[in-house]
Every structure is written in structure tokens, then in C-alpha cells.
T-cell receptor, first 110, second 114 residues
Framework: QQPVQSPQAVILREGEDAVINCSSS?????VHWYRQKHGEAPVFLMI?????EQMRHEKISASFNEKKQQSSLYLTASQLSYSGTYFC???????????FGKGTRLSVIA | EAQVTQNPRYLITVTGKKLTVTCSQN?????MSWYRQDPGLGLRQIYY???????DKGDVPEGYKVSRKEKRNFPLILESPSPNQTSLYFC?????????????FGPGTRLLVL
């Protein structure tokens, strides 16, 4: 079942913060986060595991709330290079393939 | 360098003409998969493979075939392409080792079926 991401799109000025959420109607085993720039392949950012710690990639961090069946991606002091579409992916169960959300388009402007 | 390669990168074809998109990875991963990406729909899985000679359908397998004769290769086959298969296709290779989980995507193949 496809996870739901919110917001669908967000525009930030350089230096501003943003939060992207990824929610599932099913129990989450793990959440993977990717960023895709226009015309390029998705690039892995980080994975959040059930019972694991909050993770970071540069100034981007993420948390995993098992009870809420949700993960949040925090972009702090955004840079122009953060622009792109962010996807979360979750496995249906254990080591099964990832099902991706529809993505959140982030635009950082000067 | 960890790499997933796909060929061709761009392809224009006509309805019904069989085609194959190749995918190869150099990371010795057991797990590989194919996705298609369409505007507004995100990434949807077509097929995946847990290991050599083991393949399974994803969310949108109709009109596609795959094979996994060797660990490194996972070609996507369209026996009789139709215009609704016009899309951007990504092959992915996944490290499932606990604590090292990550997924690598190929550069993508943009397919236009006329």
C-alpha cells in the first residue's frame, strides 16, 4: 500500500526550514528517503529502521514514529541544492520491495 | 565504484515491436527491481527479483517480462509494447544486509512507444 506524503509541494527561501511527512496505513518496518533532481535518478538519503535512531544526511535529518506509522524528514537551513522531489519508500513487510509515495516537490529559491 | 547501468537511455519504438532494456549491477546484490515513473503517479514497481532465477510481480507487471539468469543482470522485456508503456524506467539494486540497507538506482531509460 502506497505511503502518503505531505505536503505535495513546498517553496522555501534559502535558509528556511521544512518538514516532509510520510504516513502509512500499515505498520512500518523501515522508511527509506530519496531525493530526485529533475531528469536524474533518485538518490538514496537515509533509512530509518524500526526501533532505530534518528538519522542525518548533511543538514537533513529524519525521524521514525512507529506508533503514528509515520516518518518525517527535516530540512534545516535549506540550500539551493536541496531542490528536488523527495520520496519515501516503505517495504510491505520485512525484506519485500519498496512501495514509494508520490513525492514532495521542494523548491528552494534565493 | 558502485554502479547500476541501464541501456538504452532513450528509446523510441512502435507499437508491437519487441524490446529489451538491460540492467546490470556490480555490487553483488541479490535483490534487483524495475520501476516505472509517470507524472503524478510516482515510482511504481513492475517486477523484482530476490535472487537468481527468482522473480516476482510488483504493482504493475502487465505487459512486461523479466529474467534473472545471472546475479548481476536483470533485463526488462516488453514483448509487444503499447503507447501506455511510454514512461521513464528505472532499474534498482538493493543491499539488504541488515544495518547496510540501501538502494541504488540506474540512470533511467526514457521510452516512447508510438
Amino acid at each position: 500500500q502506497q505511503p502518503v506524503q505531505s505536503p505535495q509541494a513546498v517553496i522555501l527561501r534559502e535558509g528556511e526550514d521544512a518538514v516532509i511527512n510520510c504516513s502509512s496505513s500499515k505498520a512500518l518496518y523501515s522508511v527509506h528517503w530519496y531525493r530526485q533532481k529533475h531528469g536524474e535518478a533518485p538518490v538514496f538519503l537515509m533509512i530509518l529502521l524500526k526501533g532505530g535512531e534518528q538519522m542525518r544526511h548533511e543538514k537533513i535529518s529524519a525521524s521514525f514514529n512507529e506508533k503514528k506509522q509515520q516518518s518525517s524528514l527535516y530540512l534545516t537551513a535549506s540550500q539551493l541544492s536541496y531542490s528536488g522531489t523527495y520520496f519515501c519508500g516503505t517495504p510491505d513487510s520485512g525484506n519485500t520491495p519498496l512501495v514509494f509515495g508520490k513525492g514532495t516537490r521542494l523548491s528552494v529559491i534565493a | 565504484e558502485a554502479q547500476v547501468t541501464q541501456n538504452p537511455r532513450y528509446l523510441i519504438t512502435v507499437t508491437g515491436k519487441k524490446l529489451t532494456v538491460t540492467c546490470s549491477q556490480n555490487m553483488n546484490h541479490e535483490y534487483m527491481s524495475w520501476y516505472r515513473q509517470d507524472p503524478g503517479l510516482g515510482l511504481r514497481q513492475i517486477y523484482y527479483s530476490m535472487n537468481v532465477e527468482v522473480t516476482d510481480k510488483g504493482d504493475v507487471p502487465e505487459g512486461y517480462k523479466v529474467s534473472r539468469k545471472e546475479k548481476r543482470n536483470f533485463p526488462l522485456i516488453l514483448e509487444s509494447p503499447s503507447p501506455n508503456q511510454t514512461s521513464l524506467y528505472f532499474c534498482a539494486s538493493t543491499n539488504l544486509i541488515s544495518g547496510e540497507e540501501t538502494q541504488y538506482f540506474g540512470p533511467g531509460t526514457r521510452l516512447l512507444v508510438l
